[in-house]
T-cell receptor, first 111, second 117 residues
Framework: DAKTTQPPSMDCAEGRAANLPCNHSTISGNEYVYWYRQIHSQGPQYIIHGLKNNETNEMASLIITEDRKSSTLILPHATLRDTAVYYCIVRVGQAGTALIFGKGTTLSVSS | GAVVSQHPSWVICKSGTSVKIECRSLDFQATTMFWYRQFPKQSLMLMATSNEGSKATYEQGVEKDKFLINHASLTLSTLTVTSAHPEDSSFYIC?????????????FGAGSRLTVL
């Protein structure tokens, strides 16, 4: 499976956009990019996923570069409740396959 | 949406006792569930894959006789920590695939915090 590289930590002011980068230069054609976040002492929460195209949902936007070697998760208007560890995971879409977590990015949103 | 429920949320036990953690898919059936463990300030580590009606598959370094997994139905998997010791104190999290389609979106439970005295 492709490995991902994320910055260990990032800061963001409340109300501003938070842009979290992820490098996955060895991604295969059948691997998706998944983003999860984990707020302290809770289970991971699904945010968004994509294969090739950019995606948007009520939580965030996912921008995947054309060569698929990197992606950016965008939280358009960060709030204090968005403070969490954000995980970028690259994995095949096959059912029965676990997600493997790296160290993620700790996002701190401050007022 | 897909919901995964874990019980108990937290448990304290004495060293040498066994503890069972339940993981239920509330509104969908899950032939496969996954168990993770997370130590303080560390990432989630996959422990095992639980398959309905068959034996679980354990990751390297995880003792199958210590962490007993039973997946007797399409909505319930249990993790039993046998003869627990203080080093087994951790945050245990289960997950299941509740999303249809080509992607492998997993839904996670809220986790169960185990403290062994």
């Amino acid at each position: 499976d492709a490995k991902t590289t994320q910055p260990p930590s990032m800061d963001c002011a409340e109300g501003r956009a938070a842009n979290l980068p992820c490098n996955h230069s060895t991604i295969s054609g059948n691997e998706y990019v998944y983003w999860y976040r984990q707020i302290h002492s809770q289970g991971p929460q699904y945010i968004i996923h994509g294969l090739k195209n950019n995606e948007t949902n009520e939580m965030a936007s996912l921008i995947i570069t054309e060569d698929r070697k990197s992606s950016t998760l965008i939280l358009p208007h960060a709030t204090l409740r968005d403070t969490a560890v954000y995980y970028c995971i690259v994995r095949v879409g096959q059912a029965g396959t676990a997600l493997i977590f790296g160290k993620g990015t700790t996002l701190s949103v401050s007022s | 949406g897909a919901v995964v429920s874990q019980h108990p949320s937290w448990v304290i036990c004495k060293s040498g006792t066994s503890v069972k953690i339940e993981c239920r898919s509330l509104d969908f059936q899950a032939t496969t569930m996954f168990w993770y463990r997370q130590f303080p300030k560390q990432s989630l580590m996959l422990m095992a894959t639980s398959n309905e009606g068959s034996k679980a598959t354990y990751e390297q370094g995880v003792e199958k006789d210590k962490f007993l997994i039973n997946h007797a139905s399409l909505t319930l998997s249990t993790l039993t920590v046998t003869s627990a010791h203080p080093e087994d104190s951790s945050f245990y999290i289960c997950s299941a695939r509740g999303h249809l389609g080509g992607a492998n979106v997993l839904t996670f439970g809220a986790g169960s915090r185990l403290t062994v005295l």
